[in-house]
């Protein structure tokens, strides 16, 4: 399936990869605030993030389709290979997006 151009410009699921408030990794960590966002390997990562040392844990889970342009994340290599080294310990979420978003 190809990526429509909505899709190849998403900036949540390709480079700068925003936090879902539309943050960048910078911006997420100099706010010392809780994030979630994707990578470029098929997760959706959120945690919270402070300097203090107080706080500072992460979480992820394996996910198929960007939650912000509904573009099918199963298509990456990056996401096969990771999914197969992991073994898929993460929860995996396989939920397409609603039509018309």
């Known amino acids: 399936m190809s990526e429509n151009e909505k899709q190849q410009e998403c900036r949540y699921c390709h480079e700068p990869f925003l936090d879902l408030s539309g943050k960048t ?3 997420v960590d ?4 809780a994030y979630c966002g994707t990578d470029d390997y098929g997760n959706l990562e959120y945690g919270a993030s402070f ?8 979480e992820y889970v394996k996910i198929k389709y960007c939650p912000m342009c509904g ?16 073994g898929n310990h993460g929860e995996s979420i396989d939920k397409s997006p609603a039509s018309g978003d």
């Open 25 to 27: 990794g910078s911006e």
């Open 30 to 33: 100099d706010d010392e605030s």
């Open 51 to 58: 300097d203090s040392g107080c706080v500072n844990k992460a």
């Open 71 to 86: 573009r099918d994340l199963r298509s990456d290599e990056k996401f096969h290979q990771t999914y197969r080294e992991e």
